[in-house]
């Protein structure tokens, strides 16, 4: 299934779809990818698989803390594939959201052919700008890979209408001036960020869908967003669960809870 | 000599969406864009507003102590191969190093733009003492991000900066150091970017920053150059500095790029030796990639992920440097070497007692790089150093190292 279909079944069904994010190799190799299958059985629609990363500039605490702990335990680009190969099993969309050092190192046509070949969808590209994409363009256009590019709260029209042309998949739109991490309120510029997201794309004649992240942690927060947006993206209060959890299986369980919680909200906000 | 507002730049790099060649660019977070689109903006309009660089001059003058003094070296420079070596004195500037040049550009433009907070990354503590100092002279806020590593071994610099009126935060994540203060900061500034600027203290980070800092340190080659001429009526055969991030050296270069028979060095650190993997010498001992929103030489593994850095000099214990740095190296127009913690803390030494100047620990590195360069260029030959700040913040460091410390009294 691709994000688009898994983006078109919720909005047949009149709800918002749920993406959920977790770092490669996090708590570790194996509990990782038990913990992606869980939140595909408990109800995300979209995965995001974190390419755990050195110099994580834009994550808060939370995520800082989950990607440390995967690379002190040797975290590789191949678990990230590995995580993704086991996402597509499910048949649930899953998309790489990665620093874009790595992928550079890697070689931008190297890694989009490895991630297709591994059944991902595409990748969210937090630090590489339009400007800066030229290779990743020609890469995704090869391997027919989604590019999951982000708009901001400051980002002018102009931006907007330049990040969406550019974007497949869906459009992630950031919903604080922030760093990631949960936050108890959602910013109340962000119904009309996702709002002119959609203005610049209806304008260019698509349909792309925008989904809204950064802050979102629980299923109240879930039905606000859904109220007003096509994805609900939720990351750190999932790694959470599995830093709480003083065992995997406690944190297992955890995170089920959140996923079930979260899928209601998106469920119950229109 | 001043900042000449209609000549700020001589080269036409960068393009512009700030790249250097391959190097340099904008790898940020959307959420940055507008604020550094709006940076570049604001600071072509200060540059070219002659009460802008009216106010910055004057501060340069009568606050920092511009122009600083080309000293010729005639005790150390026996031991370089008798060629004249001339120190361009930035320990002499008001916090002790160069950095109060970049410092005071940044602090008048953060306020011209109504920005009532500035932010700063720092390593030695040389950056977050200029900007605590700028912050307190133009009545800023101000907040420091220093590595809890450098905290330790920088301990009286962080007292300066509190004295001045700075909250400074450890920041211990990662290696604890330069490159982790910096992440920090960037995390800061993404969330405060309405009222806050980030006063980068080198020649790196996602455009407009690395040219924008080049620009407000150009100053100290210029009046290198001038002063040379009158002192030699020719121009040097080499311009040596020091490069971590890179702003003392770019700010020394960039006059002499065109002159294109002055060789330009610059040294690195290389901690250990290359060959132990301790060190902190990008260009030497690194690979291109993309760090800290620019794309540079950086050191980095097989799969992207940053390798620590090691100095002596907490100043140059980044692993990454400047687009511009990278740029010229490629081209071929700068020379680039490795200098070791213990070659550079000879130079230290032998500065402190054959001219009675003790010079910070990031310097002398550009000084045992004058003593090969002067060696091999032979007693003919003009080198200018850029002596990019002083030593005292060192002296906890080299009384360690030198053993100087009476029984008991070392501290570990």
Known sequence: MTVQTAFDKARAEDRAALVGYLPAAFPSREGGIRAVTAMVEAGCDVIEIGLPYSDPMMDGPTIQDAVHHALVGGARVADVFAAVEAVAATGVPALVMTYWNPVDRYGVEAFARDLASAGGSGLITPDLTPEEAGPWVEASDAHDLDRVFLVALSSTDERIDKITRLSRGFVYAASLMGVTGARTAVDTGAPRLVERTRAAIAAQGRDLPVGLGLGVGDGRQAAEVAGFADGVIVGSAFVRRLLDGSTLEEGLADLRELTADLAAGVRSGR | MTIDAARGTSTPLPDS????????????????????????????????????????????????????????????????????????????????????????????????????????????????????????????????????????????????????????????????????????????????????????????????????????????????????????????????????????????????????????????????????????????????????????????????????????????????????????????????????????????????????????????????????????????????????????????????????????????
């Open chain 2, 17 to 412: 969406e700030g790249h250097f060649g391959i190097y340099g660019g904008r790898f940020a977070p959307e959420a940055l864009m507008a604020a550094l689109a709006e940076l570049e903006r604001e600071f072509a309009a200060a540059m070219a507003d002659p009460a802008f660089t009216g106010e910055l001059n004057d501060l340069l003058a009568n606050y920092a102590g511009r122009p600083s003094l080309l000293t010729e070296a005639k005790r150390f420079a026996e031991h370089a191969g008798g060629a004249r070596v001339l120190l361009k004195r930035e320990d002499l500037n008001h916090t002790g190093s160069h950095k109060i040049n970049n410092v005071l550009g940044q602090a008048l433009l953060a306020r011209r733009m109504g920005k009532r907070r500035l932010i700063a990354e720092t390593g030695a503590g040389q950056h977050g003492v200029a900007t605590a100092t700028a912050a307190a002279l133009l009545g800023l806020e101000c907040t420091v991000f220093m590595g809890e590593l450098d905290t330790e071994r920088q301990a009286l610099n962080v007292a300066r900066m509190r004295m001045l009126g700075a909250a400074v935060v450890p920041v211990g994540t990662g290696s604890r150091t330069l490159k982790d203060a910096c992440n920090e900061a960037f995390r800061d500034w993404v969330a405060t970017v309405d009222h806050t600027h980030y006063c980068v203290g080198s020649t790196m980070g996602p455009h407009p920053f690395p040219t924008m800092v080049r620009d407000l340190q150009r100053v100290i080659g210029v009046e290198a150059r001038a002063q040379v001429l009158e002192l030699t009526g020719r121009l040097p055969d080499a311009v040596v500095a020091c490069v971590g991030g890179g702003s003392n050296s770019m700010g020394a270069f960039h006059a002499f790029v065109p002159d294109e028979g002055v060789g330009l060095y610059g040294f690195e650190a290389a901690g250990d030796g290359i060959e132990t993997g301790r060190h902190a010498a990008t260009i030497t001992g690194g690979s291109v990639g993309v760090i800290h929103g620019m794309r540079t030489y950086l050191l980095q593994d097989a799969e992207g992920q940053t390798i620590e850095s090691h100095s002596i000099s907490a100043g140059l214990d980044y692993p990454g440097v400047g687009p511009e740095h990278s740029w010229l190296h490629d081209s071929g127009r700068a020379v680039y070497a490795p200098i070791t913690d213990a070659e550079a803390m000879e130079a230290f030494a032998l500065l402190c007692r054959t001219e009675g100047v003790i010079p910070a620990i990031e310097s002398a590195h550009a000084l045992a790089g004058a003593l090969k360069v002067g060696r091999e260029l032979g007693p003919d030959a003009v080198v200018v150093v850029c002596l990019s700040g002083r030593g005292d913040k060192d002296m906890h460091t080299a009384a360690e190292y030198f053993g100087l410390m009476p029984a008991g009294e070392a501290s570990a």
